[in-house]
């Protein structure tokens, strides 16, 4: 088991940034890839970014490309998402997820392990 824990999350004016956080822990080791998908109200959960545990190679999804960067801290089995440029329409719960395997990196059925998730809320 993967356990996932989100923070960073909160209020903030367009056109600003925000630092999400998602410490893992448990059976870390088996961890292939994670992710960050977000979900508004009404709305299909999106894809946001992805990072491969192991060489971090990097994935975005069209809407956020540009604005967003993920990365990670291996030594504390943290990955991070840095939003710039907030828009409105980013408003939604973001969650962070954990996948074993190489599949396709969009796709939530991937990922095994889900964190609560936190909320963004973008003002105009």
């Known amino acids: 088991q993967v356990q996932l824990a989100e923070s960073g999350g909160g209020l903030v004016q367009a056109g600003g940034s925000l630092r999400l956080s998602c410490a893992a822990s448990g059976r870390t080791f088996s961890v292939y890839r994670m992710g960050w998908f977000r979900q508004a109200p009404g709305k299909v959960r999106d894809f946001v970014a992805a990072?491969?545990?192991?060489?971090?190679?990097?994935y975005y999804g069209d809407s956020v490309k540009g604005r967003v960067t993920i990365s990670r801290d291996v030594a504390k089995s943290t990955v991070y998402l840095e939003m710039n440029s907030l828009k409105p329409e980013d408003t939604a719960v973001y969650s962070c997820?954990?996948?074993?395997?190489?599949?396709?990196?969009?796709?939530?059925?991937?990922?095994?392990?889900w964190g609560q998730g936190t909320q963004v809320t973008v003002s105009s």
């Open positions: 990072i491969n545990w192991s060489g971090g190679r990097t």
């Open positions: 997820a954990a996948g074993s395997i190489s599949g396709t990196y969009y796709k939530e059925d991937e990922y095994r392990y």
